[in-house]
């Protein structure tokens, strides 16, 4: 059966920043919830992903940044199948800006993480153990890393 259901797929870009082997995530909070992500968001219509990154982290974290070429892609899909975001997650190197939050309601806190941090907080897409290689300059895997899903 093709397309039983229309439902669309999330494109989201995020930015690998490392700086001093820490690695710079931002906060969510959903509901009582609260879980680490690389910083980005989603893709607007008839824009490029860099442009979307550069915007995303604008908003998020106030900064400017280069983007860069891509660390690795990730699917996250639901196991109901009512979700799926492709993670397209690029090198970036801040340009300019004090970091500081965005006002998004979604937007809880910031900071940059040592692979052994990381083991302390809960990352998503459960992609920790290729941020703990990103930090260490360690990475030597494939750029697609395949299908990610975690529940909150």
Known sequence: MIFSKFKNTRIRVAAVIV???????IAHRKKRNVYWLLPGGGVDFGESLKEALQRELKEELN???????????????????????????????????????????????????????LNSIIVFPPFKEKLKKLCAGKDTSHTYIGKKWMNL
Do not use: T
């Open 19 to 25: 700086e001093d082997g820490k690695i710079l995530l």
């Open 63 to 117: 900064i400017n940044v280069d983007v860069r070429d891509i660390a690795f892609v990730s699917d996250s899909i639901d196991p109901d199948n009512e979700r799926h975001i492709v993670n397209i997650c690029f090198f970036c190197m801040r340009r300019s800006g004090k970091l500081e939050l965005g006002r998004d309601k979604r937007l809880y806190d910031y900071g940059f993480f040592s692979p052994n941090e």
